[in-house]
C-alpha cells in the first residue's frame, strides 16, 4: 500500500508522483463499510459526493454524527449498507440540476486501489444521477491526472466479485407486507410506490377499493376481497384513493386501523380532507391561517357569496359526493370555474341547479398571483413548488410549465409543518396562497393526503417514492440490515 495522504495536503504530497485516472474507477470506503463503488470523475465538481438516503442526524458520545443508507451499486436498489459516521459540517450546495440544498458533509478514507485519501464527502441522493459516487477535484488536485479517454485504468471488478463483496448485505427476504388502497386505473405515482416498495425488498398488495368490502362484530370483523375471501392481514397500508372513492375508502381504512394495522396518515386526518369546509375549519381552530371562502349547498345562493366576498372575478366549484375529480390536483381534472361577471355568476347558478354536493366559491381578494405546493414526508419539508402566473385561469396546466421550485421563509415552513402535524400526516400536500398586500400572508387553500409525485420529482429530479416506504418503514419499526464483510477490493 501507498502511504496515506492527508485531506490538507502538504508540501510532500505536492512532490509524490500522481497517478493517472480515467472517467470512472472502482474505490472503496472501507471506514463505511463499503467494499466496491464505482465512481464518476467529475473535476468540475469542488466536492466528492457519495449516494445516501434516509439520512438522520444522531448523537454519539454527545457528538453530532449522521446515520444513512447507501445503494453501492448502480441500478441495483435492493442492496443496502448501512452507514454511520461523524458530521464534519453542514452547507449549502447547488446541485447540476441547479438546486441548492443543506448536505451534510462527513470525512472518512477513500481508498482507490492502492491509494487512500482522507477526503470530504457531501451525502445526497443520487438515484436519479446514476452514478453512486462522484469524485470531485479537491480530492484529485495535486494527487491525480485524469484521462477522459480511460475507463476503470486501475481496474475493473467483475460481478462475481462483487457478488462475494457483498455476499452478506442483501436484505432479508423477510420483507414487509404492505398493502396499497387504491382507486382503478393507471398512475404514475401509484407505480413509483410499488417499485420502491418493492426494491426495499418488501411485498406489496394492490388493493382497488371497489374490490373490497368489509364486516364488524364481536370477533373484530374481517376484510373480504370480492370472490377471493378475506384478507390477510398486513404490516402497512397505504392509502392512494382518489376523491371520488373518499367515503368508502376511510370506511375500509378505519376497519384496517380497528384491526390494529399500521398507516401513515391517520384515518382522522383523512376524515377532515375528505371534506374541505371541515378541514378549513379545523386548521382555523388550530390558529392556522385559511383563504377565505364560502360554502352552500344550493346555487341559489352563489351570487350572494359572490357578493359577499367582494363581487368578481371570483371562483366557484362543487365538491361531487359522486362523479368527477374536482380537488384542483395538478395532473389532474380541475373544475374551478372563473367567474368574471355577474353574467356569468347566474348563467352558473342556472347551470347547477340539479348539481349535488357543496358549492365553494373563493373571494377575488384569494386570486393571487402564485399558488404554492408544499410536499410534507416524515415531518420535513422535501419539496416546494410555486405555480406562477394566474393559476386560477388555468384549466389544464403542465407539470413543468407551470410550476418551479420556491424557497419558503423559515415562519412558513412552520405552517406547512404545523398542517401535517394537526392532520397526522406523514405524507402530504399542502396548497398555499399568498394574501396581496405589503406584508404577504401565506394562507391555506386545500391539502392533499394522497398527493401526486409525479409533480415533485419531475421538477427536483429526486427520489421522493422511496421516502414515502421509509415512513411505512418507521411505523412498522422494521430493521433487517445485516453487517457485511470487510473485503478489500
Not at 386570486?367 to 386560477?392: C, E, M, N, P
Request: with cysteine.
Amino acid at each position: 500500500m501507498s502511504p496515506k495522504l492527508n485531506g490538507d495536503q502538504s508540501k510532500d504530497d505536492k512532490k509524490m508522483p500522481k497517478f493517472l485516472i480515467g472517467s470512472q474507477e472502482w474505490c472503496a470506503f472501507p471506514e463505511l463499510g463499503i467494499p466496491a463503488i464505482l465512481a464518476r470523475v467529475d473535476s468540475g465538481a469542488r466536492t466528492s459526493s457519495l449516494h445516501a438516503f434516509n439520512i438522520q442526524p444522531i448523537q454519539r458520545q454527545g457528538q453530532p454524527w449522521v446515520s444513512f443508507e447507501v445503494h453501492p451499486l448502480q441500478r441495483n436498489r435492493r442492496l443496502v449498507v448501512c452507514c454511520e459516521a461523524p458530521v464534519h459540517d453542514l452547507r449549502n450546495v447547488k446541485s447540476s440540476s441547479g438546486f441548492a440544498e443543506e448536505r451534510y458533509v462527513i470525512q472518512t478514507t477513500f481508498r482507490l486501489w492502492d491509494h487512500e485519501i482522507a477526503i470530504e464527502l457531501t451525502l445526497a441522493n443520487r438515484d436519479s444521477m446514476g452514478y453512486r459516487m462522484l469524485l470531485g477535484r479537491e480530492a484529485m488536485v495535486g494527487r491525480m491526472l485524469v484521462d477522459p479517454a480511460l475507463s476503470c485504468h486501475l481496474g475493473e471488478i467483475s460481478e462475481v466479485a462483487l457478488k462475494q463483496h457483498y455476499q452478506n448485505a442483501h436484505r432479508s427476504s423477510e420483507g414487509l407486507r404492505v398493502g396499497m388502497l387504491k382507486s382503478s386505473g393507471k398512475d404514475y405515482t401509484n407505480d413509483r410506490l410499488i417499485e420502491a416498495i418493492e426494491e426495499r425488498g418488501h411485498f406489496v398488495t394492490t388493493m382497488a377499493v371497489s374490490r373490497f368490502f368489509f364486516t364488524t362484530g364481536s370477533n373484530g370483523g374481517q376484510i373480504i376481497q370480492r370472490k377471493r375471501g378475506p384478507l390477510s392481514m398486513l404490516d402497512g397500508l397505504l392509502a392512494r384513493w382518489k376523491p371520488t372513492d373518499h367515503a368508502h375508502s376511510i370506511r375500509l381504512l378505519s376497519q384496517y386501523k380497528s384491526l390494529g394495522g399500521a398507516t401513515i396518515n391517520s384515518v382522522e386526518g383523512e376524515v377532515l380532507c375528505s371534506d374541505t369546509s371541515r378541514l378549513l375549519q379545523g386548521l382555523q381552530a388550530e390558529g392556522i391561517v385559511i383563504w377565505r371562502c364560502g360554502f352552500t349547498s344550493q346555487s341559489c345562493d352563489i351570487g350572494e357569496l359572490v357578493a359577499r366576498l367582494g363581487g368578481e372575478p371570483c371562483l366557484a366549484r362543487i365538491e361531487h359526493t359522486q362523479g368527477g375529480d374536482n380537488r384542483g390536483i395538478p395532473g389532474q381534472q380541475r373544475d374551478f370555474v372563473v367567474l368574471e361577471s355577474p353574467h356569468e355568476t347566474r348563467q352558473l347558478q342556472i347551470a347547477w341547479q340539479s348539481q349535488s354536493g357543496a358549492i365553494q366559491v373563493v373571494g377575488q381578494a384569494q386570486l393571487t398571483k402564485g399558488r404554492i405546493r408544499v410536499l410534507v414526508i416524515g415531518g420535513k419539508i422535501v419539496a416546494s413548488l410555486v405555480q406562477s402566473g394566474d393559476w386560477f385561469g388555468q384549466s389544464e396546466p403542465t407539470l413543468q410549465n407551470a410550476f418551479e421550485p420556491i424557497v419558503l421563509t423559515k415562519d412558513e415552513k412552520k405552517i406547512a409543518i404545523k398542517v401535517a402535524k394537526f392532520l397526522n400526516f406523514a405524507y402530504v400536500a399542502i396548497d398555499f396562497v399568498r394574501s396581496k398586500g405589503e406584508e404577504a400572508e401565506l394562507m391555506v387553500s386545500d391539502v392533499e393526503s394522497a398527493p401526486d409525485l409525479e409533480l415533485f420529482e419531475s421538477l427536483t429530479n429526486k427520489d421522493f417514492a422511496s421516502l414515502v416506504i421509509f415512513e411505512i418503514e418507521r411505523v412498522c419499526d422494521w430493521r433487517t440490515q445485516v453487517p457485511i464483510q470487510q473485503i478489500e477490493p
